[in-house]
């Protein structure tokens, strides 16, 4: 039975496939897959300052990005979390799918030791980053399996930005964003570059790039990040982009925050259109 559904699919896809461009919006045109995953979750919430805590700002500006893709025939947007938590299509797979995530990531990691062993891989020290706890970098690995077997096109990552102060309460010294890209030996760098790229300009139409020297420029490749397919995660077909929109202590003032979430989320559509429909 599985057989003939196999065989069936292929005779539509065949029989499709002249009409499933992604170059004419007008035509019968496939809807392009974008994933949204606001960083960190509510257990591990990455950054705070004052009771600001990251993961929610997060949340919010990915959820304003998510409603203007959804209002897109042209996208078919995910999103990992909403207000309850893990959304139920990641909420069930963590259930169901972990210990072959677990494979999937064992088994990611030895072929990068290899290739890093054989010399076909250069390892590049990127900037520093907080190593994710061990239960929310199975998460991400969890992202990327799932976004290989569901044939995403983008996933586009949301955080806030911080680096360590001697108090949550204190306001840090370095401001602006930064996109980070998987480094040019990576699978999926070509693509997900000319994505960040595409993004970085409508957001450096209103915001400075970020002041920390390791961030130099705003758009900052990276072979280590798991977000961005680290240790060959991702397929070459999946783009990821992780967008630091600014350092958390900048966004206390409320009214200023909840107009930041709207704009960088409306910039932030404006690339992704921008990169898979204007050719
Ligand atoms: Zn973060």
């Known amino acids: 039975m599985k057989k003939v559904f196999f065989i069936t699919s292929i005779f539509f896809a065949l029989i499709l496939l002249p009409f499933s461009t992604r170059a004419e919006p007008d035509g019968e045109?496939?809807?392009?897959?974008?994933?949204?995953?606001?960083?960190?979750?509510n257990e591990i919430w990455g950054a705070q300052y004052g009771k600001i805590k990251e993961a929610d700002m997060n949340l919010r500006l990915a959820?304003?990005?998510?409603?203007?893709?959804?209002?897109?025939?042209?996208f078919e947007t995910y999103i990992t979390r909403d207000n309850l938590g893990y959304t139920t299509v990641f909420a069930d797979y963590f259930a169901s799918a972990m210990d072959e995530v677990i494979a999937f990531k064992n088994k990611a990691k030895k072929e990068t030791a290899e290739k890093i062993d054989s010399g076909e891989l250069v390892p590049k020290e990127g900037a520093p980053h907080n190593n994710a706890a061990a239960e929310m970098a199975l998460k991400l690995y969890a992202f990327n399996k799932w976004a290989g077997e569901n044939n995403i096109d983008a996933v586009v990552h949301?955080?806030?930005?911080?680096?360590?102060?001697p108090s949550k309460w204190l306001i840090g010294k370095y401001r602006g964003?930064?996109?980070?890209?998987?480094?040019?030996?990576?699978?999926?760098?070509?693509?997900?570059?000319?994505?960040?790229?595409?993004?970085?300009?409508?957001?450096?139409?209103?915001?400075?790039?970020?002041?920390?020297?390791?961030?130099?420029?705003?758009?900052?490749?990276d072979q280590e990040l798991i977000a961005l397919g680290g240790n060959g995660t991702l397929p070459a077909s999946v783009r990821s982009v992780l967008i630091e929109y600014g350092y958390i202590y900048r966004f206390g003032n409320t009214a200023f925050r909840h107009g930041a979430y709207k704009d960088m989320a409306a910039r932030t559509a404006t690339g992704i259109k921008n990169y898979f429909f204007l050719k």
């Open 63 to 74: 959820q304003e990005l998510f409603k203007i893709l959804r209002n897109e025939n042209r």
């Open 29 to 41: 045109a496939m809807p392009v897959k974008i994933l949204l995953v606001p960083g960190h979750d």
């Open 177 to 221: 964003f930064v996109i980070y890209v998987p480094e040019a030996q990576m699978q999926n760098a070509k693509a997900s570059i000319t994505l960040g790229e595409s993004i970085f300009v409508e957001l450096k139409k209103k915001y400075i790039t970020s002041t920390y020297p390791w961030e130099k420029g705003g758009l900052v490749p």
């Open 158 to 165: 949301i955080h806030f930005n911080d680096y360590p102060r």
